[in-house]
């Protein structure tokens, strides 16, 4: 059984919702990446969400892009983001993680390569934003030979064809975009996100994840009342980038513990 299998297996039987915070590997600096994620857990979340930093994220709003800026003037590669993945594994054996990024850092290493090598380090799934379903066969059967899950991205404006194309491919969970825009772009109308969750789970086999958009815990609990798991970004990232270093840890766990609290508060 995967680590998504037996987190969501778990979740559905104490009727729990998957809390995902994100966060951008080597954001504010790579020393703090792994304790970072270690707080995340202690602090409520499910499944990590971390982020390979890009020179072109073209999916993520202002926050977000900062916080890649951040990390790739410290010099932070997709092999180094690995290391952080494995360097966590030490501790943590249990706690699903995703690598969310971009289609160029994977090309330069080698889709072969990078297969091996995320699965070596104890990646869970990898979720590649300009590597649309209809495009990546190839990309998820070399995931898929490692046991690492594709994740897609499926949003308001999905069609049919292409939630089928996701559900042929797709493993471990669904990352529902809950608005037409960028990453923290704007608040979300609840009402609509929960009738195209309700469509995605009548046609997909797999848990059904919302992000963009949840950015406090009135939304948080609003969405866990109809999703499988809650995806936290630009929130997360914006309390990392306004924090002291001295209070990165407490923030962040404060932080993600009222999330948590929210989503609970919904079951």
Known sequence: M???????????????????????????APKHTVALMH???????????LGVPFSDPMADGPTIQRASERALAHGVSLAMVLEMVAEFRKKNADTPVVL???????????????????????????LVVDYPPEESADFAAALHAKNLAPIYLLAPTSSAERIAQVAKLARGFVYYVSLKGVTGAANIDTAEVERNVVRL?????????????????????AVAGFADAVVIGSRIVQEIEGAKVSELQDKLAALVAGFRQAIDAAA
Do not use: C, H, W
């Not at 680590?3 to 080597?26: H, N, V, W």
């Not at 707080?39 to 969400?49: K, N, Q």
């Not at 289609?103 to 070596?120: K, L, Q, T, Y």
């Open 2 to 28: 995967s680590r998504f299998d037996a987190t969501f297996s778990r979740l559905k039987q104490q009727g729990k919702k998957a809390l995902i915070p994100f966060i951008t590997a080597g954001d504010p």
């Open 39 to 49: 707080t995340l857990v202690t602090s409520g979340a499910d499944v990590i969400e």
């Open 100 to 126: 969310m990024g971009y289609a160029n850092p994977i090309e330069a290493m080698g889709v072969a390569s990078f297969a091996d090598r995320a699965s070596a380090a104890g990646v869970d799934g990898v």
């Open 201 to 221: 789970k009548a046609a997909l086999p797999l848990p059904v994840g919302v992000g963009f958009g949840i950015r406090d815990a009135a939304s948080a609990k």
